[in-house]
T-cell receptor, first 112, second 120 residues
Framework: DQQVKQNSPSLSVQEGRISILNCDYT??????FLWYKKYPAEGPTFLIS?????DKNEDGRFTVFLNKSAKHLSLHIVPSQPGDSAVYFC???????????FGKGTRLSVIA | DGGITQSPKYLFRKEGQNVTLSCEQN?????MYWYRQDPGQGLRLIYY???????QKGDIAEGYSVSREKKESFPLTVTSAQKNPTAFYLC???????????????????FGEGSRLTVL
């Protein structure tokens, strides 16, 4: 049973426009959510996180929104740049010490 | 520089052979993890360790073994019992149980560069 779902395997966006990546989860006990970015043949790198006590967190061009009632979070990238082209993983944990549960990823392509 | 080092980056193995992937970290993290990535499957947890001399199975532990004799090291052995060993393997670490003094343990993972294993 997949607890973290990224239903869009891929997304293409024009440079300068907004990229919106979505993530749904089923475990209502999750209280911490993270986004990771991964280039081919490299390890994922941490991008941004949000705890369940917030509904929004911003870091430069990246904003994560959390809708607890819908068990849904989204990552907004504005403006999108070609260097943002990568696979983005959504991850969640029940407490700070439990292993992260990852979604299957969404491949973002930013077209110049 | 602090970080996580995985070796080898590429490894080829014949069917029936065991192989060990190395993972070393100098971040002074208590917790270490092994994930496997397959196309379209995301990252799946194999084993994790919250403290030296202790480890737990993840979602897909069958055919794998680990040890945690030192805080800095968490090697993964892919045994001949693993039916589909060809994959990209990722080691990660996190602050773990102690966390930051007075702060929340965020669970953020720091990943190595990965090891690609191909079974011929």
């Amino acid at each position: 049973d997949q607890q973290v779902k990224q239903n869009s395997p891929s997304l293409s966006v024009q440079e300068g426009r907004i990229s919106i990546l979505n993530c749904d989860y089923t475990n209502s006990m999750f209280d911490y959510f993270l986004w990771y970015k991964k280039y081919p043949a490299e390890g994922p790198t941490f991008l941004i996180s949000i705890s369940s006590i917030k509904d929004k967190n911003e870091d430069g061009r990246f904003t994560v929104f959390l809708n607890k009632s819908a068990k849904h979070l989204s990552l907004h990238i504005v403006p999108s740049q070609p260097g943002d082209s990568a696979v983005y993983f959504c991850a969640a944990s029940v407490t700070g010490n439990t292993p992260l549960v990852f979604g299957k990823g969404t491949r973002l392509s930013v077209i110049a | 520089d602090g970080g996580i080092t995985q070796s080898p980056k590429y490894l080829f193995r014949k069917e029936g052979q065991n192989v060990t992937l190395s993972c070393e970290q100098n971040l002074n993290h208590d917790a270490m993890y092994w994930y496997r990535q397959d196309p379209g499957q995301g990252l799946r947890l194999i084993y994790y360790s919250q403290i030296v001399n202790d480890f737990q199975k993840g979602d897909i532990a069958e055919g794998y073994s680990v040890s945690r004799e030192k805080k800095e090291s968490f090697p993964l052995t892919v045994t001949s019992a693993q039916k589909n060993p060809t994959a990209f393997y990722l080691c990660a670490s996190s602050i773990g149980l102690k966390g930051l003094a007075g702060g929340r343990v965020t669970g953020e993972l720091f990943f190595g560069e990965g090891s690609r294993l191909t079974v011929l």
